[in-house]
């Protein structure tokens, strides 16, 4: 991926399983972002091309996005919800009758009426959360959802994700916490410089990592 | 100062005893007015809109020209829109001229660019905020289009005061294509030019008190009824 001739990530040369949670790992910088907004077609590659097992023309349909600052429509907690589904053709009622029940589903229950931009920064989070699992997602991107986030909006986003995740969604979820991807990964994609470094079994990748790189971004040294 | 005093007291006379060529007058500036605002606005939030989200070649010298156009002059419009609907020109068999129509549409061609204009400044910004999510949510352009249009509504709300604002103090275009006549095509700012050039300033002052208070009473109604200064509010 290439940004005014500047190569920003790649070559990357990647698989993925149909299920399953995987964690992109890596410092800041290392192309956590560009990989999931190039896997979701909100970037372009260079060369080369993403295929998922769906119809092309099809495959943002079946997935949603959950970015690291969550962007907050102008409108109420179940509209912002609702939108989601309204774009897809759902009736307004209908829409926002799905929205109240996703809204509560992640603890949004009583802030339903409530300008989307005055929430608190777990509670945006759990919104934007609510807004791509209303659309019953195949594949799931988050990018840092936990950021900024202090330890029960934490476990209660990650609590969330454990159950879409037992229910059948693929989630790839970018993080530079370890110990969220220890709790919560089934792969691990360990990036740095743009280039996947490592991919393994998350059991493998923390007891036993591959290269010297990873083994000391384990251990808690600096890596670039 | 004297002029001052007595205009201010004449508008308050005319107003307390609801002077009907008051009335007429100023309902006849709210008619033509409000009926150019609400085309122009009809017009220039789409473009607006559609400018912030499109991409194309030309897109900056449409927004430059758009932008140019915002000062244009008013008496070089109507003008041309004289010429256009005069006996002779290609619409003359309409028979528009002189009438409030004719006001309209120059009052439109006038406002249009201002409020697209501005729209659009206001719109860019907001798109740049949502473009990842609604490109993420597989939104359409008409979606994206329809979404920045309701959620940048408050926005939008200023740029059709301005173009209000520019509309209802306009006197050089709706001079030349309405031409003034009384009780007929004669509005708040015509009449104020006229009653000027017979130097009649205490009631061409009064008049201006009467324009000033209207534009103040509608911009506070509309901000009031769309709450746009309500705390907690996105």
């Known amino acids: 991926m290439k940004r005014r001739g500047v190569q920003l990530i790649g070559p990357i040369n990647l698989d993925l399983e149909a299920d399953g949670l995987t964690i992109v790992l890596g410092p800041n910088g290392s192309g956590k972002t560009s990989l999931l907004r190039l896997m979701h077609g909100l970037e372009r590659p260079a060369t080369g091309t993403v295929n998922w097992a769906m119809p092309d023309s099809n495959a943002r349909m079946h997935q949603a996005y959950v970015f690291q600052t969550p962007t907050m429509m102008r409108r109420s907690v179940t509209d912002c919800i609702a939108y989601a589904l309204t774009v897809m053709g759902a009736k307004r009622a209908d829409a926002r009758r799905g929205a109240q029940d996703y809204a509560k589903r992640v603890g949004l229950g009583h802030v339903l009426d409530r300008p989307a931009g005055v929430l608190s920064g777990g509670e945006k989070q759990k919104l934007a959360l609510a807004r791509a699992l209303i659309r019953q997602p195949q594949i799931l991107f988050l990018d840092e959802p936990c950021a900024n986030l202090d330890g029960r909006a934490t476990r209660e986003i990650e609590t969330i994700l454990s159950e879409v995740r037992a229910q059948g969604t693929r989630i790839v979820m970018a993080t530079h916490d370890l110990g969220q991807a220890r709790r919560l990964a089934d792969d691990v994609l360990f990036m740095l410089s743009g280039v996947v470094h490592e991919q393994s079994a998350a059991g493998q990748f923390f007891a036993t990592p591959q290269t010297a790189t990873a083994k000391a971004f384990l251990g808690g040294q600096i890596v670039e | ?234």
């Open chain 2, 1 to 234: 100062m004297n002029d001052l005093s007595q205009g201010l007291a004449e508008a308050i006379y005319r107003v307390a005893t609801l002077d009907p060529e008051l009335v007429n007058i100023t309902l006849r500036s709210l008619q033509v007015t409000v009926t150019a605002v609400v085309i122009a606005s009809a017009i220039a939030l789409p473009l607006g809109a559609w400018l912030a989200v499109t991409r194309f070649w030309a897109r900056r010298y449409v927004i430059a020209v758009l932008n140019a156009l915002m000062g244009l002059p008013p008496v070089v419009v109507g003008l041309i829109v004289y010429v256009m609907l005069s006996r002779s020109g290609p619409f003359g068999v309409l028979g528009l001229l002189f009438t409030p129509t004719a006001m309209i549409i120059a009052q439109v061609i006038i406002v249009t660019p201002l409020i697209a204009s501005i729209a659009h400044q206001a719109l860019r910004d907001l798109w740049s905020e949502y473009h990842d999510l609604l490109i993420s949510l597989n939104t359409t352009k008409r979606q994206r289009i329809a979404t920045l249009l309701w959620d940048g509504r408050r926005a939008l709300l200023t740029a059709c005061l301005a173009g209000f604002g520019r509309a209802i103090g306009e006197v050089g275009a709706i001079m030349i294509v309405g031409g003034n006549i009384d009780n007929a095509t004669r509005v708040l700012t015509t009449a104020i030019a006229l009653e000027t050039g017979k130097g009649n300033f205490s009631l061409a002052l009064g008049l201006g008190f009467v324009l000033i208070t209207l534009a103040i009473i509608l911009n506070l109604a509309i901000h009031s009824l769309s709450r746009t200064e309500r705390s907690n509010l996105w």
